[in-house]
């Protein structure tokens, strides 16, 4: 590989090959928008996420689906027919020139049709073959069925997942965040295992566990288990935990959700809660203000462990506590934000997606994304980077590909290789 | 076998999750973490030292459980950054990493004196990887976060909710693991483009940025065609509509707070569905079809989870995965821990030994690679368990030396 002078990803150089639908196509983006050349090997008819909804001005079509757009930016693709000779061929001598395939076909898939590490090795030494299953494919039950759903279920996040009245089901996190952990994974795995080359090591087969992923990234769930054989229980919009907490959630005026995070315990947080309601003039209307005074001239910080004995203790942490949900309730969600924010408190907006994308923060940051979409005449707002690179910068470097655009071009690069 | 990170050296700010579970995976794969911490106040800059869970009835700074978890395999050494002596052996530590690591507030490696600008002088090709909340670039730079601070800004929360109900959001810090892979992700990617290029480079991570683009469709669905999540009570995040599949939810099972996923992905498995309940209402006819499923998707869960309720949801679920229909129980810890052939043929439970803990399980890695596999060697450093290791073998101090600086309060 080399590496042309200018602004590039830094997977820049890096050719990989995607076999992938829901579950794994996320890796490729993640790859192609570092710069990674991530050419999408789809059947003849486009792959299945193209018929995933929703559609652009909701008419279902292989190149409207918002869905597939998401997950494929950035990347070729390659229109062929692993049930033919002629595909599998194509798609050999594409594997047998590219660093990385990724692929999350069902255990055997791959083995049936001649294409797994151990027939592509052979031509390409230095190939690191990763493959995203539900289970794994060293795993028993390796042919389970399995959607995003089940393996949140079984993984272990949907248990801590829901809210204090356990008569509601626990709750599936949205966004196939199943699927995308594993991913998230596959990443960690595929650029380790490149490292490893890049030292002078061969290429290597990775096996990523949708299951085994879940399992491992359930914070307190798994560890409150593993060290102390104590179960965690679901509590709304905050941590599970093996004790209850106090709720956290409070709506504000305009009906959008708060998580009122962190109260004040030391005396400047107090004081400087006490300056903030004056200025809304709200001070006076609080009826525990004068706690507050207390709170303010304390000459340490105040202390939960000691509330639980100590009623003075406990009555000033509520008052700070309560004056926080009494300015939520009279204030819209973002002004609350602002002005806790700035002035030192954590406390966090309870946004839906279409409120991060039009945010000042993230609009400076450049997280919104323009893409251009030549065919249809217009270009769209993606999200943007999860880092920024500072010397290699994250990009979407082209619209996610029609089905099979890039067949020919990919196919004679084959052959003058 | 090999390791894959061998010879790698990271010099490691991190704590908490977000941070110090990302250069845990670099551990596992065989780099050197170093984790520097502050002698003075006992490494408390990570909030979790020493915290519980507890193995057993003792307690202290090096007792701590998810501390142990998050810090498997790395050494850690003590290190005072407000005296002069202090910021010597730092710049002798960055000159031989590869990689500096770090998830304070913005403004702090500035303050310290080892900002980008500062480490590239010492390093020129250092890879400096910082995480906070919202980045260090931003109107926002200097706002606090912890994990369900960033799942609420980054639109994680909203998503995680049922119908006409408040957010549910997620249970833990799902953005700390989360941030802690992206941060993962982009040091390797940095060092390898050091390694294509000769080039280090900062990368600024924000963990509300790496949030935000987990809800993709969702954001396109709102700039493409204007159509925003608030509406009719939605999210509904059991249910769902990107591919639409319907019965697919969760429903109780047999005993108190237990449940079962199920999700019929087409035809096929709603037929199969359908023959393992045998009961009369699979054959109503506002259920023949998916488009009739949807619309009665209320009466199509009542009438499953009455199915469900009174049968055990292991038992159930694994008939109906025999039937080809994807279906799990809703695991507790228990369940997926100690009972779970999958989590045990994988070894997703090693014990590690930490020196005063002794032995005790941890989060294993949910990759096998087939020629550089990981290894989780031992518990989370103690405080300052490898300081004669690291000033004297790495550094090149000797005892007497190493014994002043503990003296002076430098170590």
């Known amino acids: 590989m080399t590496a042309p002078a200018g602004p590039h990803g830094p997977m820049h150089g890096l050719r990989v090959v995607e076999l992938c639908e829901e579950i794994g196509e996320f890796a490729g983006k993640l790859l192609a928008d570092m710069g990674a050349d991530v050419v999408k090997v789809e059947p003849p008819g486009g792959s299945q996420t193209r018929s995933f909804a929703p559609f652009l001005d909701d008419e279902p079509h292989p190149d409207r689906s918002l869905f597939f757009w998401h997950y494929n930016t950035s990347k070729r693709s390659v229109a062929l027919d692993l049930d033919s000779e002629d595909g599998r061929e194509a798609f050999r001598r594409l594997v047998t020139g590219a660093d990385v395939l990724v692929e999350d076909r069902a255990p055997g898939w791959m083995a049936e049709r001649g294409l797994d590490y151990e027939d592509l090795r052979g031509d390409n030494p230095d190939l690191i073959h990763c493959a995203i299953t539900p289970f794994g494919r060293s795993g028993p039950r390796a042919d389970d069925p399995a959607t995003d759903l089940t393996i949140l279920a079984g993984g272990g996040p949907m248990w801590s997942c829901g809210y204090d009245d356990h008569s509601i089901p626990p709750v599936r996190g949205g966004g196939n965040q199943g699927y995308q952990t594993g991913c998230h994974w596959a990443l960690i795995t595929i650029l380790t295992a490149l490292l490893y080359r890049d030292g002078g090591g061969g290429g290597q087969f990775i096996d990523v566990s949708l299951h085994a992923a879940s399992n491992v990234t359930t914070e307190a769930g798994s560890y409150q288990w593993l060290v102390a054989q104590e179960t965690v229980q679901r509590q709304t919009g905050r941590h599970a935990g093996v004790r209850e907490s106090g709720p956290t959630q409070v709506q504000a005026k305009d009906g959008v959700w708060m998580n009122t995070g962190l109260f004040p315990r030391r005396p400047h947080e107090f004081r400087t809660l006490i300056e903030w309601m004056q200025e809304l003039g709200l001070y006076d209307e609080y009826e525990q203000s004068p706690l507050l005074e207390v709170g303010a001239g304390m000459d340490r910080m105040l202390d939960m462990a000691r509330a639980a004995e100590d009623d003075e203790e406990a009555a000033l942490l509520t008052a700070g506590r309560e004056a926080m949900i009494f300015l939520v309730e009279r204030m819209d969600a973002y002004d609350y934000f602002y002005g806790a924010q700035e002035r030192g408190f954590q406390v966090g907006i309870i946004y839906a997606p279409e409120d991060v994308i039009e945010d000042p923060h993230f609009i400076a940051r450049g997280f919104r994304t323009e893409v251009e979409h030549p065919e249809l005449g217009r270009s769209f707002v993606y999200p943007g980077a999860p880092y920024a690179f500072q010397g290699s910068p994250w990009a979407i470097t082209r619209r996610p590909p029609l089905p099979g655009e890039h067949t020919a071009e990919v196919l004679a690069e084959l052959d003058h290789a | ?411």
């Open chain 2, 1 to 411: 076998m090999p390791k894959a990170l061998a010879g790698y050296r990271i010099c490691d700010f991190t704590g908490q999750l977000a941070g110090a579970g990302a250069t845990r995976h670099l551990a596992a794969f065989g780099a050197e973490v170093i984790r520097i911490e502050d002698p003075v106040n006992e490494g408390r800059w990570d909030i979790l030292r020493g915290q519980p869970p507890y193995k057993d009835e003792r307690r202290g700074i090096n007792l701590g459980g998810s501390f142990n978890n998050h810090n498997v395999g790395k050494r850690g050494i003590t290190l005072n950054l407000r005296t002069e002596r202090g910021k010597e052996l730092l710049t002798e530590l960055v000159e031989v990493s590869d990689v500096v690591s770090e998830n304070f507030s913005a403004g702090v490696m500035d303050r310290l004196g080892f900002g980008y600008d500062q480490l590239r002088a010492i390093k020129q090709d250092i890879v400096y990887v910082s995480n906070s909340g919202f980045g260090k670039q931003g109107p926002y730079g200097t706002y606090k976060t912890w994990g369900p601070i960033v799942q609420a800004v980054s639109g994680l929360t909203w998503t995680s909710k049922l119908r006409d109900l408040e957010p549910a959001g997620w249970g833990y810090s799902y953005m700390d693991h989360t941030g802690g892979y992206y941060m993962c992700i982009a040091i390797l990617a940095a060092l390898h483009h050091r390694n294509m290029t000769g080039e280090g480079q900062w990368v600024d991570m924000s963990c509300t940025d790496a949030g935000a683009t987990l809800t993709g469709p969702a954001v396109l669905d709102y700039t493409a065609n204007g159509r925003p999540t608030r509406r009719d009570g939605l999210p509904d995040s059991n249910h769902n509509r990107w591919p639409p599949m319907a019965p697919h939810a969760v429903y109780p099972a047999e005993g108190e707070d237990n449940w079962i996923a199920i999700a019929c992905r087409d035809e096929q498995d709603w037929h199969a569905l359908a023959a393992e309940v045998g009961e009369p209402w699979t054959g109503d006819p506002r259920f023949a079809t998916l488009d009739g499923r949807i619309e009665h998707e209320a009466s199509l869960d009542e009438a499953l989870g009455g199915w469900t309720a009174s049968r055990d949801r292991f038992e159930t679920a694994e008939r109906l995965r025999a039937a080809g229909v994807p279906a799990s129980a809703v695991q507790r810890p228990g369940d997926r821990i100690d009972h779970d052939v999958n989590t045990s043929a994988w070894g997703l439970w090693p014990t590690v030994r930490q020196t005063d803990m002794g032995d005790v399980r941890v989060d294993g890695v949910p990759a096998h690679l087939s020629e550089t596999e990981w290894e989780l060697e031992h518990g989370a450093p103690n405080l300052g368990e490898h300081n004669e290791e690291v000033y004297g073998e790495l550094l090149g101090l000797d005892a007497d030396e190493i014994a002043s600086l503990r003296e002076e309060g430098v170590i």
